[in-house]
């Protein structure tokens, strides 16, 4: 598959997932993050770049955005 094509569908699945998993209680921080678009566009391009660089599946990616943004889940 093209990059361009593999990256459009990464894209749709990520809109996908969030649509589905974006709410107060699984994850305020990430919610209030896209909440504009440059939030959104943000960790749009964390989550690509963690399932290119490092083979994160999108949930993992998102989970890793939720517990750098809470500094309530930062582990020393």
């Known amino acids: 598959m093209e990059n361009s094509k593999v990256i459009r569908e990464s894209k749709k699945l990520i809109k996908e997932f969030l649509d589905k998993y974006c709410n107060q209680t699984n994850s305020p921080y990430v919610c209030e993050?896209?909440?504009?678009?440059?939030?959104?566009?943000?960790?749009e391009q964390f989550v690509?770049?963690?399932?290119?660089?490092?083979?994160?599946?999108?949930t993992?990616?998102?989970?890793?955005?939720?517990?750098?943004l809470d500094p309530n889940r930062l582990d020393d």
């Open 33 to 43: 993050l896209i909440s504009s678009e440059k939030g959104y566009k943000e960790l």
């Open 60 to 68: 993992e990616a998102i989970m890793l955005k939720e517990r750098i």
């Open 48 to 58: 690509l770049q963690r399932i290119a660089r490092n083979g994160d599946t999108i």
